[in-house]
């Protein structure tokens, strides 16, 4: 079984936008043992639409696009696809009645042009879009399928995890494909590639290798007729894998840092609470994003001028003798966040996001306390990059670092 | 002039790597007046390489491949360009010696499968790469021109500034680009392209609509001899435009929401504090990592547990009869906010992410107050959708509001 990805909209042959989409889906369809044979790029244009869908149709078994089902005029996915099937758009009334509920929802009316988003051809069925207001087509005939989806990312992740994947899923011959995700921290792609080198030559499991914003992630797949088999493949490679760098490895699949902090602490029935200088706020909202992250943060301090933190209520002497970038203050801040927000534990960060400061600590660094119960501990990372990017792997590693502190803390 | 841009590489089709050569290739050629009318990727396939080559060389003036210039024998751009030219691959003595000098330079005898990194086919000329051992290949034949450039994104960026892009640029006629991006909020994507339809037909200047996380985005791209005639075209669209929808447009080109209010802030010599419960943090993270948005920002207080408010010095008054999810709540959050920092302005954002809440507002409405000198002002929005994004918006429209505000203030 083979798939074609198509990502549609000018802004992507213009540059404007880097297309995320397809390297997404075509990972998905790996997982599910289709493999994707072509991929391609086209402009909002029905002609050049209708070629490349036409091309897709009569070449592969599965044909998924991205974009153009919005309501503008020059949103032409849905009329390409109705040409190369030959097939005549109709307005369905209860796709419709649910069209004009979410624009009451908004207080707004309805434009005219969004009536397209709530058309169908005869050989299509809507595939269900809850993060926004045009639903998907799923186009099957002659055993071949064209799944049309809109073109922001979680819109796409959303309705691939919530139907298309299944509906795929059932289609592809018995043959169940297993995946493990091991996530690390604070080793070099390059590193963890020579370390493991012996392990990327094998296809079944196949092991890849992906820099992510929360570290490398290093996925094994493996195929099999069940699920049993292919779980018994991956076991060694993992068992390898944790021998080799078992110490970088933070979370699995799924897992991201903020939801092993959440689950942590609501497992202990412990809250948290935070004082911010460096990542300024971004901790807390991380948290707050996750799931029930607001039920187990209190709350967060983000102070910006040093020259406040007494004030706050963070230990002057810490701040006198150490500095206000220091592990010192980050422990003293950590107490302060707990003690003002009546939370079981505190967190502190600070740090330098660029040159711009006089302190002697070099730029990238930041420093993070964490209060439980009467013990602080404290930790550091440097990440010589651009500010924002400082910000965000030092929100990262002060939830790893504080999932570490929350597994080892005796508090229960 | 009409182009065409190539990804080459199976693993691109895996999903395991996200193609951005080809929105950097998009880019430089529009600055060129070039117009991208289809990309594509393709696996490390011959049959399938000289397929995609040979359909682009019969529709397109340029076309531009990166990848599959390596020494493997997977690595088959020359190869498949060579089917499509119908001339044959020879190894050229100087460009086999300069490949040796490299390798000797590194003090590693040549692979032999290096050699075709030494081969032209005649209608080939060579493009230097002065970051790795495969040079380009620049075919030209009846007018037409086929561009070969490696993967490694340094190398195509090192290539086409060193030589490509100089060359194409005397290929075409003397063209001038600008592009003029007017950047609008609070109205939904359908409502814009029904009140501007009649700008959306032009050819030049040529009118976008992008959906964007701070708003709808309307981009005017004119093509002109001279940046005065082009700039000259895009007055009036601009004009018109600004008659119609001009409340709703709240910036420019490179402008942020961010950007806007810490400029404000700083020409006023203004500081900002802000008090979060819906935004939980985000607000105060967002104005970071603006440029020097942490000189204007003196902190934020972030409190998700509503029971702690008055605790944190919001007016309790205000909080027992209008509740904490209320515009009034919000104004004197953003009193309270000022007043513990000692800032100029204040900012209060509170609000309802989800169903969770028992409050009589719907999920998705934030309230957000303002406080300036001695005066109050309040608004509220509402976004039906994902919790976290209902955060983004939510930052988003406070920024906006914030520098409307700003705006209309008297404090200088």
Redesign the interface.
């Known amino acids: 079984m083979n798939a074609e990805i198509i990502a549609i909209g ?11 989409n ?9 997982k599910l043992g289709i ?9 909002d244009d029905l002609d ?1 639409l209708a070629e ?1 869908i036409e091309r897709s149709w009569s070449r592969s078994d599965i044909t998924i696009t991205s974009g153009g089902l ?5 949103d032409l996915t849905r009329e390409s696809i109705a040409v190369v099937m030959g097939e005549t758009m109709e307005v369905q009334p209860d796709l419709l009645e649910h069209l004009e509920s ?1 624009f009451a ?4 009316p ?5 009536i397209k988003q709530a058309t169908l051809i005869p050989s299509a069925e809507t595939v269900p879009n809850t ?1 926004g207001t045009a639903p998907g087509w799923w186009v099957e005939r002659e055993g071949r399928v064209i799944i049309a989806m809109p073109g ?1 990312p ?1 819109e796409v992740q959303q309705m691939w995890s919530g139907e298309v994947a299944a509906r795929l899923r059932a289609m592809v011959p018995d043959v169940t494909i297993v995946t493990r995700t091991l996530k690390t921290f604070g080793i070099s792609e390059g590193g963890l590639d020579e370390m493991l080198s012996p392990l990327f030559g094998p296809e079944n499991p196949s092991l ?1 290798i ?1 820099a992510k914003p929360d570290g490398i992630h290093l996925r094994a797949i493996a195929t099999s007729p069940t699920e049993q088999e292919a779980r018994a493949l991956i076991e060694p490679v993992e068992a390898h894998i944790r021998n080799i760098v078992g110490d970088s490895i933070w979370g699995v699949d799924d897992e991201t840092p903020e939801s092993q902090v959440v689950s942590l602490l609501m497992e202990r029935g412990l809250t948290l609470a935070s004082m ?1 200088s460096l ?7 991380r ?3 996750a799931t029930s992250g ?1 039920r187990v ?9 040093s020259g ?1 933190l007494e004030d ?1 209520g963070v230990d002057g002497e810490a701040l006198r003798m150490h500095g206000p970038i220091s592990a010192e203050a980050a422990e003293a801040m950590a107490s302060a966040a707990r003690d003002r ?2 939370a079981d534990v505190g967190v502190g960060v600070t740090g330098v ?1 660029d040159g711009a400061t006089g302190s002697g600590n070099p730029p990238g660094t930041a420093y993070m306390g964490f209060a439980v119960g009467d013990r602080t501990f404290s930790s550091s990372g440097t990440y010589p990059t651009h ?2 990017r400082v ?1 965000a792997r030092a929100v990262t590693q002060v939830l790893l670092e504080l999932a570490r502190v929350l597994r080892a803390s005796a508090l229960q």
């Not at 000018?10 to 995320?20: C, K, P, R, W, Y």
């Not at 397809?22 to 790996?30: D, I, P």
């Not at 929802?105 to 707004?108: H, L, S």
């Open positions: 000018t802004e992507l042959l213009m540059g404007e936008l880097v297309d995320t397809s390297a997404f889906l075509a990972t998905e369809l790996g493999r994707v044979g072509w991929m391609s790029k086209v402009g050049r490349t919005g309501p503008t005029s020059d979410i929802g908004r207080g707004a309805m434009p005219a042009t969004n993060m922001p979680r890849g992906y911010e990542t300024a706020g971004l901790l807390a909202g948290l707050a994003d607001d943060l209190k709350g967060s301090l983000v102070v910006l001028d406040q706050q927000f009546g996001s500010p924002s910000r």
